[in-house]
């Protein structure tokens, strides 16, 4: 089965970064699109940032463009999302999401278009 295992999360100041990473296993990672999205204490989870299958069409929510950068190591079966300017409103546990439609033309930026999700990782953002 396919499983999705974050990395990288942590505690930093504001205007810090932080690198998350996102090691997948169980299917052709290199053929399907994926995604990031974080979720703070009574709120939906939220989408942050996805890529094409190719690593083409990197997409953000406008809070984070610009600041995030989502990116693919498909050899290495990896995902990652590069947090530069953090800002305490991103403190949220940071969730990594897979497709399941093969060679999607688009990055799903729904929560209902991705079938795998990984367990989180949190983020901390300190004043």
């Known amino acids: 089965q396919v499983q999705l295992v974050e990395s990288g999360g942590g505690l930093v100041q504001a205007g810090g970064s932080l690198r998350l990473s996102c090691e997948s296993s169980?299917?052709?990672?290199?053929?399907?699109?994926m995604g990031w999205f974080r979720q703070t204490p009574g709120k939906e989870r939220e989408f942050v940032a996805g890529i094409k299958w190719n690593g083409s069409s990197p997409t953000y929510t406008d809070s984070v463009r610009g600041r995030f950068t989502i990116s693919r190591d498909n050899a290495e079966n990896t995902l990652y999302l590069q947090m530069d300017s953090l800002k305490p409103e991103d403190s949220a546990v940071y969730y990594c999401?897979?497709?399941?439609?093969?060679?999607?033309?688009?990055?799903?930026?729904?929560?209902?278009?991705?079938?795998?999700w990984g367990q989180g990782t949190r983020v901390t953002v300190s004043s």
């Open positions: 999401a897979g497709d399941a439609t093969l060679l999607r033309s688009v990055v799903p930026t729904l929560e209902t278009e991705y079938d795998y």
């Open positions: 169980g299917h052709t990672f290199g053929r399907y699109a």
